[in-house]
């Protein structure tokens, strides 16, 4: 248990819709990234939020979209959603630089 | 995109055997963390080593860095049937991301 938390587990979309994810870290943790996981694949980076701002993030399209609450919590916001958005889509937070905690992931399937 | 590369795709032992893991990447890093997962879940902690350190040790777990030839290796000595799962590595290099390769998938076999 690593004491991050994310809802749902599974969740069915048509193309086209919007979604959101959510996720819940640990207490104390400023730091939060999201990651996406193709079947098969290792998770790719997101973006990562630092004290509710952006910090940084990948190779992905601005239909994707975060917000990080002062309560620890996070979202992670993907419109227009296309087949090749199915995927597990990880959290993981972290105290500082180092070690992260993930979450047990959403699965999200695109039809 | 993804980093680092991990060697071999797939590795099946017998239960009591030790098992090797390679990751090579392209950048300088800060440091090079190890995870593992098992069947589709979040990813667990491993180890890190930090890009000054050449070798550390975590009990069964043994892992290698070689920042000349930017490569790690992760050893899992005496394996287990329950040490069955896939091992990422994943590189740090203070961009505010982690990138991790495609993995290993390990099976022991009791």
């Known amino acids: 248990e690593t004491g991050v938390t994310q809802s749902p587990t599974h969740l069915i979309k048509t193309r086209g819709q919007q979604v959101t994810l959510r996720c819940s870290s640990q207490?104390?943790?400023?730091?939060v990234s999201w990651y996406q996981q193709a079947l098969g694949q290792g998770p790719q980076f997101i973006f990562q939020?630092?004290?509710?701002?952006?910090?940084g993030r990948g190779n992905f399209p601005p239909r994707f979209s975060g917000l990080q609450f002062p309560n620890y919590s996070s979202e992670l916001n993907v419109n227009a959603l296309e087949l090749d958005d199915s995927a597990l889509y990880l959290c993981?937070?972290?105290?500082?630089?180092?070690?992260?905690?993930f979450g047990p992931g959403t699965r999200l399937t695109v039809t | 995109s993804q980093q680092g590369e991990e060697d071999p795709q797939a590795l099946s032992i017998q239960e009591g055997e030790n098992a090797t893991m390679n990751c090579s990447y392209k950048?300088?890093?800060?440091?090079l963390q190890w995870y593992r997962q098992n069947s589709g879940r979040g990813l667990v902690h491993l180890i890190l080593?930090?890009?000054?350190?050449r070798e550390k040790h975590s009990g069964r777990l043994r892992v290698t860095l070689d920042t000349s030839k930017k490569s790690s290796s992760l050893l899992i000595t005496a394996s287990r049937a329950a040490d069955t799962a896939s091992y990422f590595c994943?590189?740090?290099?203070?961009?505010?991301?982690?990138?991790f390769g495609a993995g290993t998938r390990l099976t022991v076999k009791p």
């Open positions: 993981a937070s972290s105290p500082g630089a180092d070690e992260q905690y």
């Open positions: 207490s104390g943790h400023n730091t």
């Open positions: 939020y630092y004290r509710e701002e952006e910090n």
């Open positions: 950048t300088s890093i800060n440091n």
């Open positions: 080593i930090r890009s000054n350190e």
């Open positions: 994943a590189t740090d290099d203070n961009n505010n991301d982690m990138r």
